[in-house]
């Protein structure tokens, strides 16, 4: 029975040498950039003036508008407004590399940050 045992154990760890996995590292035989379209806000301020006409009623300003007549006289003042105005702007922002290796006929690709020199794929047989 002992033998039996230590045969089946023997087979599976046989079967267990044969079935596994490998990391290899291929190199890099093509690196592509990857962009990513933005869009960018620029802001600015646009100003311009304008005439303002600022009343002066003569009986609210101390004189009696009977006196006066009642007149009411306009005073012209410039007054200098502004707004904010954006400014769209599209824009290639580099994002990443993909990075292209070989195993036999297989070509395979890993997005990174930046290129690589190697790529490291583990391969199970």
Same mark, same amino acid.
Do not use: L, M, T
């Given at each position: 029975m +002992? %033998? $039996?045992l230590a045969v089946v154990a023997g087979l599976g760890l @046989? $079967? /267990?040498l044969q079935a596994g996995s490998v990391k290899c590292d291929f190199p890099v035989i093509k *690196?592509?950039?990857i962009y990513k379209t933005v869009i960018k806000k620029i802001p600015h301020k646009e100003c311009w003036e304008e005439q303002q006409k600022s009343k002066v009623d003569y009986k609210q300003s101390g004189v009696d508008a009977c006196t006066t007549g009642g007149i009411v $006289? /306009? %005073?012209r003042c410039f007054v200098t407004k502004c707004k904010t105005v954006y400014q769209s702007i599209e824009e290639q922002v580099l $994002? &990443? =590399? %993909? +990075? =292209? @290796?070989k *195993? &036999? *006929?297989?070509t395979f690709a890993k997005? /990174? +940050?930046c290129k690589l020199k190697f790529i490291t794929a583990t391969i199970n047989y």
């Open positions: +002992n %033998k $039996v @046989a $079967v /267990s *690196c592509e950039p $006289v /306009s %005073k $994002v &990443g =590399y %993909k +990075n =292209y @290796a *195993c &036999g *006929c297989n997005i /990174s +940050n």
